[in-house]
T-cell receptor
Framework: KNEVEQSPQNLTAQEGEFITINCSYS?????LHWLQQHPGGGIVSLFM???GKKKHGRLIATINIQEKHSSLHITASHPRDSAVYIC??????????FGTGTRLQVTL | ETGVTQTPRHLVMGMTNKKSLKCEQH?????MYWYKQSAKKPLELMFV???????ENNSVPSRFSPECPNSSHLFLHLHTLQPEDSALYLC?????????????FGSGTQLSVL
């Protein structure tokens, strides 16, 4: 069992839908990262958070430290949001551990 | 554009070939990383360099040989690879090398070993 679990593994949504991707982890952490990987491979860091909530445009990331859970929300989804979204955590041993990603496809 | 450039984007090599992957960052960062991404598996950290010194080797086989001549450049020399080494190899950089800071990734090199 991975230390970082994401759900769902695959997600298809229609343009305009509100999307939620979940990340659960089993270790104590000092930070959690959400990353976006587009077809072609490049990865972009979306958020790094250790508590509460962060917002950037249509993206919102939340974290509940007590429940060891984070969510990434996309409002008013668009086909250009189609990508793999990866959750990663920095454990207390300063090791960065990645989830396997959630593949999102947004259709017209 | 993340400020981290990797070449080549695609590479096909035989098991007896020797090739090198190159990474360059224009961000003034002090730490650089090589990651391996295989299908349906999480990213795996391979090597970390901080101020040109290797600070982590994550039990990587010796057929992968990293080189960091300065804080802006990182190479991964490949020789006698196996087909199971086929994967996307990603370079990343960060300011200080702390794991709770933001990483900046290149676009990766998609490697196929025949």
């Amino acid at each position: 069992k991975n230390e970082v679990e994401q759900s769902p593994q695959n997600l298809t949504a229609q343009e305009g839908e509100f999307i939620t991707i979940n990340c659960s982890y089993s270790v104590g952490i000092s930070a959690l990262h959400w990353l976006q990987q587009h077809p072609g491979g490049g990865i972009v860091s979306l958020f790094m958070l250790s508590s509460g909530k962060k917002k950037h445009g249509r993206l919102i990331a939340t974290i509940n430290i007590q429940e060891k859970h984070s969510s990434l929300h996309i409002t008013a989804s668009h086909p250009r949001d189609s990508a793999v979204y990866i959750c990663a955590v920095t454990g207390t041993a300063s090791k960065l551990t990645f989830g396997t990603g959630t593949r999102l496809q947004v259709t017209l | 554009e993340t400020g981290v450039t990797q070449t080549p984007r695609h590479l096909v090599m035989g098991m007896t070939n020797k090739k090198s992957l190159k990474c360059e960052q224009h961000l003034g960062h002090n730490a650089m990383y090589w990651y391996k991404q295989s299908a349906k598996k999480p990213l795996e950290l391979m090597f970390v360099y901080n101020f040109k010194e290797q600070t982590e080797n994550n039990s990587v086989p010796s057929r992968f040989s990293p080189e960091c001549p300065n804080s802006s450049h990182l190479f991964l020399h490949l020789h006698t690879l196996q087909p199971e080494d086929s994967a996307l190899y990603l370079c990343a950089s960060s300011q200080r090398g702390a794991t709770n800071e933001k990483l900046f990734f290149g676009s990766g090199t998609q490697l196929s070993v025949l």
